[in-house]
């Protein structure tokens, strides 16, 4: 873009020497304080973290969490994007307009509605009992449930862009083309629709995996300290145990899962595409 | 066999708006036939319902005596080779060809492939991937992939509309050979009268979602039953008779210079061999090109200009 350079060079500098100031620089001597024992190097702080059963569950579920919020948020986002750009221009851009609307809103105030939806007097308790359904009302806060369904509309608008975007770049006509050849919905998902539309999944699925693993309003507030997941059990280390050191680990094993994810996904996509 | 492709009362509509209305058209077995029109005349919008990618609002679509309105596209055993080709980027051209093949299972699969890359010449370009093809090539792609499915229907959505002039030549006859070859009934929609008159056993013109008029190119050509199909095949000057009906001429059979009309020189072309002009006149607009033997005409002129009712076509409706 530049003829010179230097020119482009000089003009990333800034942002370079900030990022790396105040935030690579921070963020490697927080992550090796972790392979720290004593003044020695060690991975035994890791080995510890994974010998605590507690600490087992809570990684097994925010991997879970995080890949059921991303699986569901794929499934539900291709059917809500192959809608939206079958819709004309206009009406596309309203309901567009309606799923990012979420992205507007607070995080704080989006997850406290779902307090509100989802207690023992709330919404979705009322409507079952009084259809009959239950008598007692079920207790959805504080459960994997509700940490779910926060995760899976904070983060399912991010799924539906990527894929909405991905959509609109296929060729126009591919999928009537497949259908006319013979292939059934299925095949035409299969074979065209989920090829071209696969960087999108990556994307979306990244964001989506690592935005659940990373939350921390929403575990917080509807999963309490009943159903920790890392983020929220790396904040109780620092803020109760004072325990900077499972903190680091726990840092570091989410950078490594988000890492992990995206070239999971990455792998997964350019395995099928090189068929 | 006469009737292979039936369109009954056909009626097609996009939310409120009527695209087509009650529309019949027959297609023999083995006729290569034009939908021709003006944008938005209905013309893509009536090949989409053969296909079955539209809904029928009403009226039934036959394909060799079967009734396939409710049949998905998957089903209908027909190909569409689409104006924007809509190959499949994910997949070599290889692939591309063999799509449909694969998914029937196909006994002979690399055979057919190869037999259709060959028929359009484009055998030695099996690996590579669509993007690496130029336009022409693409759509050579696009019509293997729907020939060797061996439809019972071709349908072409301006297949040349999007070539240049010497590969739109080329294009023609090879769809013409294709034609003979292999028999395969073909309908083309174009809104370009020379290449429908070109290609076509049988033209269809089609105006405001309804036929206006069907016949062999000839037919057509030279006699228009409207105003509209004139001017659609170049008869611009249109004089009406006061009852309904009228004359039209073509504008190399306007005389200029002499007559008993008179209008004032409103544009002038040079178009090579000959000259254009649109003049304004008490009977309407008049367009005229005549040999640039004659003397210009300028741009405001008053010239006077003759209608030879020898050289008129005679149209039952001028509107």
Same mark, same amino acid.
């Given at each position: 873009?530049?003829? %010179?350079?230097?020119?482009? =060079?000089?003009?990333?500098?800034?942002?370079?020497? #900030?990022a790396a100031a105040l935030f690579l620089v921070p963020v490697g001597i927080l992550l090796s304080e972790a392979f720290r024992i004593d003044g020695s190097w060690s991975i035994g702080a890791y080995i510890d973290f994974f010998s605590s059963a507690r600490n087992r569950t809570v990684f097994l579920r925010t991997l879970k969490l995080g890949a059921f919020v991303a699986g569901v948020s794929a499934i539900v986002g291709y059917a809500a994007a192959f809608v939206i750009v079958s819709l004309p221009p206009t009406s596309r851009g309203r309901i567009f307009g309606l799923v990012t609307l979420p992205l507007m809103i607070s995080p704080?105030?989006?997850?406290?509605?779902?307090?509100?939806?989802?207690?023992?007097?709330?919404?979705? %308790?009322?409507? =079952?009992? %009084?259809?009959?359904?239950?008598?007692?009302? #079920? /207790?959805?806060? #504080?459960?994997?449930?509700?940490v779910f369904i926060g995760l899976l509309q904070l983060f399912m608008p991010l799924m539906i862009i990527s894929l909405v975007s991905a959509m609109e770049n296929m060729p126009k006509d591919a999928v009537p083309a497949a259908r006319i050849l013979g292939a059934n919905w299925f095949q035409v998902f299969w074979r065209v629709i989920l090829a071209l539309t696969r960087e999108g999944l990556v994307i979306g699925g990244t964001l989506v995996f690592t935005g659940s693993m990373t939350a921390y309003i929403t575990p917080a507030i509807l999963g309490g300290s009943k159903v920790l997941m890392l983020e929220t059990l790396l904040y109780q280390r620092v803020t109760v145990a004072n325990d900077f050191v499972s903190a680091s680990v726990i840092a570091m094993i989410l950078i490594v899962m988000s890492f992990s994810a995206n070239l999971l996904l990455k792998r997964i996509a350019t395995a099928r595409k090189s068929r | 066999m006469s009737d292979f492709v039936l369109l009954e009362n056909l009626t097609l509509a996009y939310g409120k708006t009527i695209a087509v209305e009650a529309l019949n058209l027959s297609i023999n077995?083995?006729?290569?036939?034009?939908?021709?029109?003006?944008?938005?005349?209905?013309?893509?919008?009536?090949m989409r319902a053969i296909a079955g990618l539209m809904p029928l609002r009403g009226g039934k679509v036959w394909i060799d005596g079967q009734d396939v309105s409710r049949i998905p596209p998957s089903k209908r055993q027909v190909g569409l080779v689409f104006q924007s080709y809509a190959l499949f980027p994910h997949l070599s051209v290889f692939e591309n060809v063999a799509f449909g093949l694969r998914l029937r299972s196909e006994p002979n699969l690399k055979q057919a492939v190869m037999d259709g890359l060959e028929m359009v010449g484009l055998a030695e370009f099996? @690996?590579?991937?669509?993007?690496?093809?130029s336009g022409g090539q693409q759509q050579r792609v696009a019509l293997a992939r729907s020939v060797v499915m061996k439809p019972k229907v071709l349908l072409l959505d301006e297949p040349l509309s999007n070539l240049d002039a010497r590969l739109r030549l080329d294009m023609r006859t090879e769809l013409q050979r294709l034609q003979k070859d292999t028999g395969i009934t073909m309908v083309f929609v174009t809104h370009d009268q020379s290449e429908a =008159?070109?290609?076509?056993?049988?033209?269809?013109?089609? /105006? @405001?979602?309804a036929i206006e008029q069907i016949g062999t190119p000839e037919q057509i050509y030279s006699a228009p039953v409207s105003g509209f199909a004139a001017d659609f095949v170049g008869f611009e000057t249109i004089l009406p008779d006061g009852k309904g009906g009228g004359q039209a001429w073509r504008p190399g059979a306007v005389v200029l210079g002499q007559g008993p009309y008179n209008g004032t020189v409103r544009g002038a072309s040079f178009a090579g061999e /000959?000259?254009?002009?649109v003049l304004d006149s008490k009977i309407g607009v008049v367009k005229a090109d005549v040999s640039v033997a004659h003397p210009a005409f300028e741009i405001g002129q008053t010239v006077d200009f003759d209608l030879p009712p020898e050289t008129a076509v005679q149209l039952a409706r001028v509107d």
């Open positions: 873009m530049f003829e %010179n350079r230097a020119v482009g =060079l000089a003009l990333t500098l800034p942002a370079a020497i #900030f704080v105030a989006r997850t406290y509605a779902w307090l509100v939806i989802l207690g023992r007097t709330g919404f979705v %308790n009322q409507i =079952l009992v %009084n259809l009959g359904i239950t008598d007692t009302p #079920f /207790r959805i806060l #504080f459960s994997e449930t509700a | 077995q083995g006729e290569l036939i034009t939908l021709l029109g003006p944008s938005g005349c209905g013309k893509t919008t009536t099996a @690996d590579r991937h669509p993007t690496d093809l =008159l070109a290609l076509a056993d049988k033209i269809v013109l089609m /105006r @405001d979602g /000959r000259r254009e002009y």
